[in-house]
Every structure is written in structure tokens, then in C-alpha cells.
């Protein structure tokens, strides 16, 4: 197998080999930084990239593998984090101006988790400033672009890490959601990104954009390897007890129930996205998986209390530095903080109360099926400007976050996003939505459609565009 292969292979492949030691950590570490330097310029995927501390934990990890001291199965992975996460001893930018760059003290909780797991940290991710848009167009370290295609954006905000992703320059990274930053990009990018229940995996150590929807999650190429990455981030104990992987991802999918939620799906969605979706509740019924209509007649009151909330927090988080320095932020950024500025705490309080009782209805809407299935995005990834074509029609990808994103956020609840498909060259997707804290059942079904649908899972992005780059650069 040469080095190439191997940054083509799934973590929980990966994680077999460096057992068996058959591979060593160190080969592998050396193998994305190799990519890193080759293709990196084409993706931008990387605010800071450190090869020298990704090396020394490689060693470190092999030495550790050698003396029979196997930590699991992310041991001597290399992962990327989102550039709004600390990772001690290294910059934190949050993607904006370069006076807010601090060096971080310590690592986000996140972060020490996975490096206690073994997991080799190989740099920092790009992403839309403070993670506020749909785009990654960054306008302090420029646009993070699509490995499918290059003219095309990779969403946002958590770009970077699904770019990085997408183009094997890592085994899996670290993003955050609070209105579909994982989703998006996973779905522009054809790969499996998790939204966990709120409140499962710790957010300090990470700058907030709204912090009562604010998620952190993985993003990876398979189902299996989101649910490696999530057992280690969440936490444990209390009512809610995290499973190992093995667990989480155990047992088949028959007898389960999925819904249709037309209630949730807004006029806007191109027809074969929802076409792609039908066709995976197709393929989940030939596995014994029974599809139902689920009622939810709340979108507007979703999108008026999720609105709301997020621009109150989001001029909250940054109002004093919005004051005191409103030209290191970029025009549109400050533009959209700003919103929150005549929203008053009575409105905020009562987006609250309102929140409170959309989960309840969302809950008891919802009992008794295991997920729902709803789109993630219009269309297929966007230009570079957020616009794409539904139906042969223009709209911009900035529309649909409230109405196809924001939900979840609002409800707190786990959501995966998964390829159902290609238009056109490039990969559309479904969001799996389901109950609080019932990942299980999320990353169940997702991985039967996966399995179910191997030509899905094993399409790679054209490595032309990558060639043409590479010998660009030669």
C-alpha cells in the first residue's frame, strides 16, 4: 500500500492497521502532512498547520503502540481542529481579524479528549469569521474551496474541516454547529458530519457564537468514524450515559421507524434532493426500516423564536468589542451582529419560553421513530458567492439556513448529516434528525444507508483538480 492509499483509507481502517502494526503512526502522520504541502494551496484549508508538533505526537504515540500501551482506536490518527477551538500552545484566530489572535493556555475539553485518545493534532482549521456564515469566504485568510470542485464553496462555517476531510489532508476533524455549521459543509463536501444532542459535548475552550445553540461535533468519511470521534468527545455519566463506539453503532435497523416531515421542508428545496431523500427512505425500507409522515406544523414559530435567539446572543458574545473596535470586524459580519442589537431581553426570554415548548411538541411529534429525514441544504453546493441553481432557478444558500438548518439547533437535537447522491458532479445529502440524546439511533440508520449504498460512501472528489494543481505548483 502506498502512502497516497493510505490517506484514502476510513479512521476505523486506519485504526486496525496501526494495531496490528502494520502501519505506524509516524508513516501515516507523514503521509496527510505530504498531502498538506501538495494540495493545501488549491483547498485552504488550514488557517495554521504544525507538522513539527504532529510529528513529535506521531513518535510519541508510536512508542506508545510499541510498548503495548494501544489507547483505542484513534491512537495515532491525525486530526484537525476548527480554528474557533483551543489547542494549548497554539493560535487561536476564531477566523477574524488578526488583533483578535490570542495563543491558547490550555486545550478546549474537546480537544484533550481526543488527544487523550491518541489522536495527533496536524493544524487548524479555516472557517467564516467568528464561524458566522454559510460560505467560508474568509475575509482575514481567504475562501476555503471545495475539493469536488473548486469554482464551488465548501459551506460553512466549519469549511476548513470539511475540506480538509473531503481532500484527505486529515483522518477527521473537530467543527461546530450553531445554525448547520457542521451539516453544510458536509453536505457540500460528500461527507458525514454530526450535530449532537446540545449540551453532550463540552464547549469550553470554544469562542460561542450563540452559546444556547452552539454544538461541537465531527466531521468525517464515514458514519463509523464520526461515531469513534463523538463516543471520545461527549461526555459521560449522569442520565445520559455515552456508549463506546461499538455500541453506539450496534445492532441492525429493522423494525425502526423514520419519518417524512413535510411540516419542516420550505418551498426552495430543489426536487431532486427530495427525490435523493425518498429514494434513501427506499432503500432504508428494503432493510425492514418502516417510513411514516410525522406532523410538525411549527416552522414558523422555529424560525421567528431560532432567529431571535441567535442574533441576541450572537451581539451579546461580541457587543463590547463591537463598540470599542467596530473596524476589526468585516462589514458584513458587523452588519449581522448588529441585528442583535434592537432585540431587547424581554424578546430574548421570550424566544426562550417559546424554545422550551417547541422541544416538548418536538419530542412527542417524534415518539416512536427513530429519526427523521430532511434535507440539508437547497441544492448542491454553491459558487463562491452562495449561489445555486433549484430547479433551474437562482437562490442564494444564505436563505436557507434559518428554515433547513436552524431547527435542529433550536430543538438541541442530534442530527447527521450523510450523501444521498450527486447532481450534476457534485454530492447532495439528507440530515438524519432525531431524538435528544438517541445518537445511537441517528448513527444506526445513517450506517445501514451507508452500507447500503457503498458507491456513495467510496466516491472520491475528482483528483484532477488536485493533479492540475499539483503540477501547477511543480
Given at each position: 500500500?502506498?502512502?497516497e ?13 496501526i ?12 503521509a496527510?502532512l505530504?498531502r ?15 507538522p ?8 510519541a504515540?508510536e ?8 489507547r483505542g ?9 476548527k ?9 487561536t484566530?476564531?477566523?477574524?481579524h488578526?488583533s483578535f ?6 486545550d478546549a475539553t474537546?480537544?484533550a479528549?481526543l ?13 467564516d ?5 454559510p ?8 475562501a ?14 466549519s ?12 483522518a477527521?476533524a ?5 445554525g448547520?455549521s457542521?451539516?453544510?459543509p ?8 454530526l450535530?449532537?444532542?446540545y ?6 475552550g470554544?469562542h460561542?457564537f450563540?452559546?444556547?445553540l452552539?454544538s ?12 469513534l470521534?463523538?463516543?471520545?468527545m461527549?461526555?459521560?455519566g ?17 423494525g ?12 426552495g428545496?430543489?426536487?431532486r ?9 427506499e432503500?432504508?425500507?428494503g432493510?425492514g426500516v ?15 423564536a431560532g ?5 441576541a446572543?450572537?451581539?451579546?458574545v461580541?457587543?463590547?468589542?463591537l463598540?470599542?473596535?467596530p473596524?476589526?470586524y468585516?462589514?458584513?459580519v458587523r452588519t ?6 434592537d ?7 421570550a424566544a426562550?419560553v417559546?424554545?422550551?415548548?417547541l422541544?416538548?411538541?418536538f419530542?412527542a411529534a417524534?415518539?416512536g ?12 453546493a454553491?459558487s463562491?458567492?452562495g449561489?445555486c ?5 437562482p437562490?442564494d ?7 433547513l438548518?436552524m ?5 438541541g437535537?442530534?442530527a ?6 450527486y ?5 447532495s445529502?439528507?440530515q ?7 445518537e445511537d439511533?441517528?448513527?444506526r ?5 451507508e452500507e ?9 472528489p475528482?483528483?484532477?483538480l488536485?493533479?492540475?494543481q499539483d503540477?501547477?505548483?511543480?
Amino acid at each position: 500500500m502506498t502512502t497516497e492509499e493510505l490517506c484514502l483509507l476510513s479512521v476505523a481502517r486506519l485504526a486496525a492497521l496501526i494495531a496490528r502494526r502494520e502501519v505506524s503512526a509516524v508513516e501515516l502522520t507523514e503521509a496527510y502532512l505530504d498531502r498538506c504541502d501538495r494540495f493545501e494551496e488549491a483547498f485552504n484549508a488550514f488557517i495554521t498547520l504544525t507538522p513539527e508538533r504532529a510529528r513529535a505526537e506521531a513518535r510519541a504515540a508510536e512508542a506508545e503502540i510499541a510498548d503495548g500501551r494501544h489507547r483505542g482506536p484513534l491512537h495515532g490518527i491525525p486530526i484537525a481542529h476548527k480554528d474557533i477551538i483551543d489547542i494549548a500552545g497554539v493560535a487561536t484566530t476564531n477566523g477574524a481579524h488578526p488583533s483578535f489572535t490570542r495563543v491558547a493556555a490550555v486545550d478546549a475539553t474537546v480537544v484533550a479528549r481526543l488527544a487523550a485518545a491518541g489522536a495527533v493534532a496536524i493544524g487548524k482549521t479555516n472557517l467564516d469569521e467568528f464561524a458566522e456564515g454559510p460560505l467560508s469566504d474568509n475575509p482575514w485568510h481567504g475562501a476555503t474551496r471545495n475539493p469536488w470542485d473548486l469554482s464551488r464553496s465548501v459551506g460553512g462555517s466549519s469549511g476548513g474541516s470539511a475540506a480538509a476531510v473531503a481532500g484527505y489532508l486529515c483522518a477527521g476533524a473537530t467543527g461546530t454547529d450553531t445554525g448547520g455549521s457542521i451539516r453544510n459543509p458536509a453536505a457540500c463536501t460528500g461527507i458525514v458530519g454530526l450535530k449532537p444532542t446540545y449540551g453532550w459535548a463540552p464547549l469550553d475552550g470554544i469562542h460561542p457564537f450563540a452559546p444556547s445553540l452552539d454544538s461541537v461535533g465531527p466531521l468525517a468519511r464515514t458514519v463509523e468514524d464520526a461515531a469513534l470521534m463523538f463516543a471520545v468527545m461527549a461526555d459521560s455519566g449522569g442520565p445520559h450515559q455515552i456508549p463506546d463506539s461499538g455500541t453506539l453503532l450496534a445492532g441492525g435497523v429493522a423494525g425502526l421507524r423514520v419519518g417524512l416531515c413535510p411540516d419542516l421542508v420550505p418551498e426552495g428545496v430543489d426536487r431532486r434532493v427530495l427525490d435523493a431523500i425518498a429514494r434513501a427512505a427506499e432503500i432504508l425500507a428494503g432493510l425492514g426500516v418502516e417510513t411514516v409522515e410525522v406532523a410538525f406544523p411549527h416552522a414558523e414559530d422555529l424560525r421567528r423564536a431560532g432567529t431571535t435567539i441567535l442574533f441576541a446572543e450572537g451581539y451579546g458574545v461580541h457587543r463590547d468589542n463591537l463598540r470599542a473596535r467596530p473596524g476589526d470586524y468585516s462589514d458584513e459580519v458587523r452588519t449581522s451582529l448588529m441585528i442583535g442589537a434592537d432585540i431587547t431581553p424581554a424578546d430574548h426570554a421570550a424566544a426562550k419560553v417559546e424554545q422550551a415548548r417547541l422541544r416538548r411538541a418536538f419530542e412527542a411529534a417524534i415518539a416512536g421513530v427513530a429519526g427523521i429525514l430532511l434535507p440539508v441544504l437547497p441544492s448542491t453546493a454553491p459558487s463562491r458567492d452562495g449561489a445555486c441553481l433549484v430547479d433551474g432557478q437562482p437562490v442564494d444558500i444564505r436563505d436557507s439556513a434559518i428554515a433547513l438548518r436552524m431547527p435542529v439547533n433550536l430543538l438541541g437535537v442530534p442530527a447527521l448529516a450523510i450523501p444521498t447522491g450527486y447532481m450534476d458532479g457534485l454530492p447532495s445529502a439528507m440530515q438524519i434528525v432525531g431524538a435528544p440524546w438517541r445518537e445511537d439511533l441517528v448513527l444506526r440508520l445513517g450506517r445501514a444507508y451507508e452500507e447500503a449504498t457503498p458507491e456513495l460512501r467510496d466516491r472520491r472528489p475528482p483528483e484532477a483538480l488536485c493533479m492540475a494543481q499539483d503540477q501547477e505548483k511543480a
